[in-house]
């Protein structure tokens, strides 16, 4: 027997929307609202709300915090200041990804770690085991936040006229606790979609009045309500990992082009540490498949699975695929050889049901806010 989905805080609201709703990760999650292209569009040129109250939270506190989870974790999260954030990766032993992470230094001694929905009670699970030994206390905090964001240009403004935080001075990749609405509230700067933009940890029960709140103060700047289903093209185009398509326990970070997240000068031994380091010098040596972005010169859409190809061979594998709202064409994230990952190289194809559509060979992002 399966048990039933998980639902957030703002499921009933969610519902009263007209949202399509999907299993995400066990979380009954919104999908859209309406057009996915419309909800896109409006995160590039207006602002979008997202639930993302499906993610894990997990405290990590005590004298000793720091220690373990610069064990635990591949980054230094020693040079983490308070207020800052860092996005780092949780490995296995050999090396391999188990999750990609945001890491908050709320304080001296008190960290949170963000995993992703699918992934989370297999990070609490690692983070309790390598706690052993280390004063420091794991704590599962899924239920104790809900968690909205409000992403794209015209974002600052809105939540500006909610909150007396100083939101100019909060930097890229920070949190500082505040009120918005009236509801306290964790206020993050570390977006998912290429764009500026909030993400706000509260208090389940208050996520509904915050919602409506940001809801009616976006109203005149065009906000509308967004599912995952154009996040996850938002994420595409801005170039962003996603685990379980770019990362997974068969990479390591070398293998997805992210080796500057694994900081072997910090002290002391890390999980995955000996793997990590034959893993870099693999990288430098023989480059294994470079991650690259592909762009198609016809309408027809890659989906994760399917085969690069050059020559008649198959070079490589189609890891993400949509079309692009942005770029009007579809595009792809795709692990290919080394030989065919440079910008622009010919000849190089996606095997869609046996017809070997042309496509572009690019530098990822595929898309770049103008600052």
Not at 41 to 62: K, N, Q, Y
Not at 140 to 163: C, F, H, K, M, N
Not at 167 to 188: Q, S
Not at 330 to 336: D, E, F, H, K, R
Request: charged content about 20%; proline content about 6%.
């Amino acid at each position: 027997m399966t048990s039933s989905p998980r639902l957030t805080a703002l499921d009933a609201l969610h519902r009263s929307l007209g949202a399509t709703m999907t299993d995400f990760a066990g979380w009954d999650m919104p999908l859209r609202y309406a057009s996915e292209r419309d909800e896109h569009t409006a995160v590039r040129t207006r602002a979008g709300l997202f639930d993302l109250s499906h993610m894990g939270e997990i405290t990590v506190t005590g004298p000793q915090a720091v220690d373990l989870l610069n064990y635990a974790l591949v980054g230094n999260i020693g040079t983490v200041g308070t207020g800052r954030a860092r996005y780092t990766m949780i490995c296995q032993e050999d090396g391999g990804i188990v999750d990609d992470l945001i890491v908050y230094r709320l304080a001296d001694t008190e960290y949170m770690v963000v995993a992703n929905a699918g992934n989370a009670q297999i990070v609490l699970d690692a983070l309790t085991e390598r706690a052993a030994g280390f004063d420091a206390e794991v704590r599962d905090d899924r239920d104790a936040y809900a968690l909205i964001a409000v992403q794209g240009p015209e974002s600052p403004g809105i939540l500006q006229s909610l909150t007396d935080a100083d939101l100019d001075g909060l930097k890229y990749y920070a949190g500082l606790p505040g009120t918005a609405a009236g509801v306290p509230a964790l206020i993050a700067r570390t977006g998912y979609t290429g764009e500026d933009g909030f993400e706000l940890f509260a208090l389940p029960q208050h996520a509904e009045k915050l919602w409506q709140a940001l809801t009616e103060a976006g109203a005149p700047a065009g906000l509308i309500p967004c599912g995952l289903s154009c996040r996850d093209t938002l994420r595409l185009e801005a170039g962003m990992p996603l685990y379980g398509h770019e990362l997974t326990t068969a990479l390591t970070p070398f293998d997805a082009g992210l080796g500057r997240v694994v900081k072997f000068e910090k002290d002391g031994d890390f999980v995955g540490r000996q793997a990590l380091q034959a893993a870099a010098e693999r990288a430098e040596t023989a480059p294994p498949r470079k991650l690259v972005g592909l762009i198609a010169e016809g309408r027809r859409v890659p989906r994760a699975g399917m085969s690069v190809v050059a020559g008649g061979q198959v070079v490589g594998e189609v890891t993400s695929g949509a079309p692009s709202p942005t770029l009007g064409k579809p595009i792809a994230m795709a692990y290919v050889d080394a030989v065919h990952a440079a910008p622009g190289t010919e000849g190089v194809g996606v095997d869609i049901r046996g017809t070997h559509e042309p496509y572009e060979v690019v530098a990822l992002p595929f898309y770049k806010r103008q600052k």
